[in-house]
């Protein structure tokens, strides 16, 4: 009996030591999943390369030599990107195509206006919904975005190829390439001789009926107006009601309107359009009133919470690398320092996309006033 207890005694001891030994690995593996998913709910955030998974903030401030490699390697196990745009659709598809080809990384693209990509990602940031890598558009935008805190913070060895107007001190959205305001006419019903010098020139009755401008390019007006000086305001008052100056939706739409001859006069289109349109061999071109084109940066931004976080900043570097050729040929204005082109051959004032916003409300509503209210 003695013997029989024994054996009973040990098997039990051995039996409470598996089970604590099963409680204590439990607790041990718990603790890393817990990690692993904190805030972002899953792997969003992390990637997995040779050595292992990393952080999204790990990859995007290295700036070792086998950065890109390390990019590539980490992007194909992710295997695709989603990109958030309001570049026209056909030029997001060209970037595309290109990115593919070189590196076999699926594109997805979902395209709006830039109001419209703005307010979607602050909706989905606010609802915990973690959508897209990497957004495509306008400056103030990316701005507005940054504030929403919605951006990871990139060191790129590309950036120091950009001209300096192209990098906010905080990196966290990057210059791609620069949208010159200027002014586009159609050929057949305006001769060149006949173009006005001066926004003074405006006021000549030879152009009511004539003339168009964007609907939201408020930016633009501060530009002119702190160049020009706020007493300006009223001539730009007076030109609209002398010349009731039409508003249309969209640049694209606006340079389609006078290459068709809807619109004999534009005061505010992107000139690479207007460049592209008459490549093409539309009766449209383009030119500047006064002294200086105005102009801001457009870009890309990498979200914190990118679900495919590798391939997400293997794009961004892509924007401002490879891309920069291709968005010249596309007859857009690189922000590449080794770019050439008669795009950009004009005294440029640049607008700061923060200043703009933080005198959005100011700038907007005199934007409105003039040509929208017409008061």
């Not at 495919?308 to 857009?332: N, V």
């Amino acid at each position: 009996m003695k013997s029989s207890r024994g054996k009973f005694r040990l098997i039990g001891l051995f039996l409470v030591l598996t089970l604590l030994l099963s409680l204590i690995t439990a607790c041990g593996g718990s603790k890393t999943t817990n990690e692993q998913s904190s805030g972002n709910g899953g792997d969003t955030g992390k990637s997995e390369g040779s050595s292992g998974a990393f952080s999204l903030e790990e990859m995007a401030l290295y700036t070792g030599p086998d950065r890109h490699d390390k990019l590539v390697e980490a992007a194909k196990k992710e295997g695709g990107v989603m990109m958030y745009t309001s570049s026209p659709l056909p030029d997001a598809q060209k970037l595309a195509a290109a990115f593919e080809e070189k590196y076999g990384i699926k594109v997805d693209i979902w395209r709006a206006g830039s109001e419209d990509v703005l307010q979607r990602i602050i909706s989905e940031a606010k609802a915990g919904k973690h959508t897209f890598d990497l957004v495509d558009t306008n400056g103030p935008e990316l701005e507005a975005l940054y504030r929403e805190g919605v951006f990871q913070k990139v060191e790129s060895p590309h950036q120091a190829e950009l001209v300096p107007d192209a990098i906010p001190e905080h990196k966290e959205w990057i210059g791609t390439r620069i949208n010159i305001f200027t002014q586009a006419y159609n050929t057949k019903l305006i001769k060149e001789e006949d173009l006005p010098k001066t926004w003074e020139d405006l006021l000549d009755p030879k152009w009511k009926g004539k003339l168009s401008v964007e609907a939201g390019d408020y930016d633009w007006f501060a530009g002119i107006i702190s160049e020009l000086g706020e007493d300006k305001v009223q001539l730009f008052k007076d030109i609209v009601t002398a010349n009731d100056v039409s508003v249309r939706d969209g640049h694209t739409l606006l340079t389609e309107l006078v290459a068709s001859g809807e619109v004999p006069l534009a005061l505010t289109i992107y000139n690479y359009k207007g460049e592209a349109m008459k490549n093409e061999g539309a009766p449209i071109n383009w030119f500047t009133i006064g002294g200086s084109a105005i102009a801001r940066p457009n870009g890309s931004g990498v979200s914190k919470n990118a679900p495919h976080p590798a391939a997400a900043l293997l794009f961004y570097d892509f924007m401002i690398s490879d891309a920069q050729d291709l968005l010249l040929e596309m007859d857009y204005v690189p922000t590449s320092a080794k770019a050439e082109t008669n795009l950009n051959d004009m005294p440029i004032k640049m607008v700061d996309p923060a200043v703009v916003l933080d005198e959005q409300e100011k700038w907007k509503g005199l934007f409105e006033e003039v040509f929208i209210d017409k008061k």
